[in-house]
């Protein structure tokens, strides 16, 4: 057999789109002897994916149950080649390089590209060569997707939150006195590349030591299945403090965690991904007995808090005199009542904020195997989306930390 190759190619090098943003590339297929073909045609897909199995046991053995669910967001076809453009059912294509242009244009009110084992949001191209009597060829093509979530947008965010609980820590007939810890932040809106600064003070009244106590920038992710919901943790940066012994005191002061490239909270427009951050304190008793966790919601976003971005030389555009290039696109809903006025509309990226990069996510690149895939598949096979990454502090970028993905079901 000869050579035969199939790519999707994107025209320009640009790693981010927007909704309303229009995507141009073209289609090649390389064949170095003839091919017999009905339809040469492009699908542009966006879609979310939940699937995961779990182990039942049942008085007649174990099976293994599927959680599924799924929703579109669009699909857009465009036929390349086929009966419409040579008037036949079927065509021997002489070999030769074949390049098929396409221009798509990203409908609004979509949520942001993400990627995990377990739950996908994705916008995919994928060509299709239609052979008869034959295996079809494909070939797949990935791009990012982002809703810019403007921080401006959600209330209250500049202002503090903090939370208090305690465990009381049984061990036969007898019960302790309580570990308590209580732990704030000064602001609730963050995006990635800065770091969340946080205070936690932590009690022991009890009679036993504690192995540890640990504060960690939590990603909380819930898939919403069609009969049943899993919550997943994934630690994206951890610090650790030594025992406490029994009636002793700890306490994390000022100390700060880094944000690497996350997807934006919410993940606004999917109603079967949930994404949620949280500084949470741990402390973990030595022997029996279940940790105590303490998390404060915090929400990270693509376009920072106004007064964070003017420390760091964001230049803004003045409330009452909007910017024309920058205003909301006639087919947007209108923000909810009472919205704080954002920085910029809900489509559009800022043209030039400083030390702004694109970073791939640090949760890595997943699998984008699907069914039906085989060695007439082409294209990405793992593919991890970018996002928004501010470079306002000394931290290296290329060392996301160690990660525990997926790790911790909550």
Not at 202 to 220: A, D, E, F, V, Y
Request: proline share 7%; glycine share 8%; with cysteine.
């Amino acid at each position: 057999m000869g050579k035969r190759t199939l790519a999707v190619h994107i025209d320009n090098l640009k790693q981010v789109y927007f909704p309303g943003d229009q995507v141009s590339g073209r289609v090649v297929l390389e064949i170095s002897e003839e091919l017999k073909v009905r339809k040469i045609e492009l699908l542009f897909h966006g879609f979310a994916d939940v699937h995961w199995t779990e182990r039942r046991q049942t008085k007649n053995g174990s099976h293994t149950v599927h959680y599924r669910n799924h929703e579109d967001y669009f699909v857009q076809h465009f036929p390349l080649f086929g009966k419409d453009q040579t008037g036949e059912d079927k065509t021997v294509m002489a070999p030769n390089v074949y390049t098929f242009p396409f221009t798509a244009v990203i409908p609004y009110n979509i949520p942001s590209s993400y990627e995990a084992h377990i739950g996908q949001v994705r916008y995919m191209f994928k060509a299709n060569v239609d052979r008869p009597w034959a295996f079809d060829m494909h070939a797949k093509h990935m791009i990012t997707v982002m809703d810019a979530l403007d921080l401006n947008t959600i209330p209250n965010l500049e202002s503090r939150a903090e939370k208090t609980d305690q465990k009381v820590l049984c061990c036969l007939c007898c019960a302790s006195d309580p570990i308590s810890a209580h732990v704030r932040v000064e602001r609730q809106g963050y995006v990635a590349g800065e770091e969340v600064q946080f205070w936690a003070e932590i009690n022991n009244q009890s009679n036993r030591t504690m192995t540890c106590s640990k504060g960690s920038l939590l990603m909380s992710v819930s898939y919403h299945a069609r009969s049943k919901t899993r919550t997943v943790g994934n630690v994206l940066g951890e610090l650790r403090h030594g025992a406490i012994e029994g009636g002793g005191t700890d306490a994390f002061v000022g100390e700060r965690l880094h944000i690497p490239a996350v997807p934006p909270s919410f993940l606004r427009g999917c109603r079967i991904i949930d994404i949620r951050y949280f500084v949470n304190v741990t402390v973990d008793p030595s022997g029996l007995g279940f940790d105590l966790h303490v998390p404060v919601e915090i929400v990270i976003g693509s376009i920072p808090l106004r007064n964070i971005a003017q420390q760091h030389g964001f230049a803004l555009p003045p409330a009452q005199q909007p910017i024309q290039d920058l205003q909301p696109r006639p087919e947007m809903p209108p923000p909810y009542v009472g919205a704080p006025k954002g920085l910029y509309s809900d489509t559009v990226m800022p043209s030039a904020v400083p030390n702004t990069v694109f970073t791939q996510s640090a949760l890595g690149a997943v699998s984008t195997a699907e069914e039906g895939d085989n060695e007439h598949t082409y294209g990405n096979t793992n593919y991890a989306p970018v996002y928004t990454y501010y470079n306002w502090s000394t931290h290296d970028t290329n060392r996301q930390g160690q990660l525990q993905i997926e790790g911790q079901h909550l």
